[in-house]
């Protein structure tokens, strides 16, 4: 499907032992990727997301919204609820979409961002962690940074944790989370904003953030430095 800032495909992605259902928005000219990890309950279809994943294309960086669970497994996760919250499965997955990104047209070579949404963070985090190379750059919007368990000391890369203003506990946590760290690490506090950034102009500042931020730190890799 052809749009007016480059194409969008759908597609189905062999990732852990699984099949992912993915939407890749590709620009005219990429010069970087960013991969996006969904909140608790959510998938590539999440208009938040998909809202920021468009004003990144803008800027010329390609976009991949990944459902991080199968249609089997999203349904058994709507009767329990137990997977969305299975931090090491989504980071397994998320780790083998990146490797997919840093070796597939026409992301190959270039640098990788994870954009993390509320408990998807957890998982960004992670897999940031175990790709120091190719994931140069983390954005968490909402982020639950402390699901990742003792990962965060790990993230050496650049990072911007996006908090609305009224979502008081998690700005807790992401104050926390900047102690541990192991990298530049920058906190933006969205003035009136709730935990889905639904007020007004809330996202609109959420994803010109994201871009400035992926803008900054993605650039091309050397052939030599992929990992995985």
């Not at 992301?107 to 998807?120: D, K, R, V, W």
């Not at 946590?173 to 889905?196: C, D, K």
Request: hydrophobic share 45%; glycine share 10%; charged share 20%.
């Amino acid at each position: 499907m052809s749009s007016r800032s480059g194409t969008h495909q759908s597609l189905r992605i062999p990732v852990c032992g699984v099949v992912l259902g993915a939407d890749v928005g590709i620009p005219e000219t990429a010069r970087g990727a960013v991969l996006f990890a969904h909140g608790s309950g959510s998938g590539r279809h999440s208009p938040r997301n998909r809202y920021v994943a468009d004003e990144l294309n803008r800027a010329a960086l390609v976009t991949v919204l990944a459902d991080l669970l199968t249609a089997q497994e999203e349904q058994v996760d709507l009767r329990a609820a137990a997977l969305r919250f299975d931090i090491d499965l989504l980071a397994a997955r998320l780790v083998g979409l990146a490797d997919w990104v840093a070796r597939s047209e026409p992301t190959a070579g270039l640098g990788i961002g994870l954009f993390g949404a509320s408990t998807g963070a957890a998982a960004a985090f992670m897999a940031a962690a175990s790709r120091p190379t190719t994931v140069q750059a983390v954005v968490s919007r909402g982020g639950r940074a402390d699901l990742s368990g003792g990962h965060l000391r790990e993230v050496r890369q650049p990072t911007l944790l996006i908090v609305g203003e009224r979502d008081s506990l998690v700005i807790d946590l992401n104050r926390q989370a900047m102690r541990e760290l192991g990298g530049e690490t920058r906190l933006s506090i969205v003035p009136g904003a709730s935990h889905l950034f639904e007020e007004r102009g809330a996202l609109e500042q959420v994803a010109q953030l994201a871009r400035e931020w992926f803008a900054g730190h993605l650039q091309q890799l050397r052939p030599d430095r992929h990992e995985g």
